[in-house]
């Protein structure tokens, strides 16, 4: 069955510094990645997105993404954070199974931001 | 474009209750999906609607239902609501199947 993890619950940098969010996957074949952003008492914004082709992704605000199919992972990174990142970020694939495609969501990981 | 839309954004039910929460999709977008978020369970899957057929469902129980229009709005419909049932309940439309889905700001459901 496909599956999402993302190991850090939550993450705190300073601003100015650079950010990595973790994000592996489980699925038998090239899955559809997304990483969305989700602000206190929001919906999710999609920051960016991958479907084929060159594997590193850039998306909305700044990040930037990875695909790494030998170690399975999608992982979020930006080179200098600003206090307004501070949200919760999730990691999904979209993958097609039996009763058709989804996309399943990781559980999260909350970015803590320090002045 | 407009984005996608949630109403009512804040409801407050006691239990035994029933509740139906309304979603409109992006212009354009045939795919509407329903997602439950709880701080313990995250972001769970309930059901997809695309042209007006349940596509998709997640592991929910039966007083979970939805439907979706013509016009590819979606309601999501719960009956004899639990306190479990407190939530935030996210709707997000999609272009094409195996698109990028837009999210509204959800409806943030309370049971007492």
């Known amino acids: 069955a496909q599956s999402v993890t993302q190991p850090d619950i939550h993450i705190t940098v300073s601003e100015g510094a650079s950010l990595e969010l973790r994000c592996n996957y489980s699925?038998?074949?090239?899955?559809?990645l997304f990483w969305y952003v989700q602000s206190p008492g929001q919906g999710l914004q999609l920051l960016l997105k991958y479907f084929s082709g060159d594997t590193l992704v850039q998306g909305i605000k700044g990040f930037e993404a990875e695909f790494k199919r030998s170690q399975s992972s999608f992982n979020l990174r930006k080179p200098s954070v600003h206090w307004s990142d501070a949200a919760e970020y999730f990691c999904a694939v979209g993958a097609a199974g039996t009763g058709g495609f989804k996309t399943i969501f990781g559980a999260g990981t909350r970015l803590f931001v320090k002045a | 474009k407009a984005g996608v839309t949630q109403t009512p954004r804040y409801l407050i039910k006691t239990r035994g209750q029933q509740v139906t929460l309304s979603c409109s999709p992006i212009s354009g977008h045939r795919s509407v999906s329903w997602y439950q978020q709880t701080p313990g369970q995250g972001l769970q899957f309930l059901f997809e609607y695309f042209s007006e057929t349940q596509r998709n469902k997640g592991n929910f129980p039966g007083r979970f239902s939805g439907r979706q229009f013509s016009n590819s709005r979606s309601e999501m419909n719960v009956s004899t609501l639990e306190l479990g049932d407190s939530a935030l309940y996210l709707c997000a439309s999609s272009l094409a199947e195996k698109g990028a889905q837009y999210f509204g700001p959800g409806t943030r459901l309370t049971v007492l």
């Open positions: 699925y038998g074949a090239t899955p559809y």
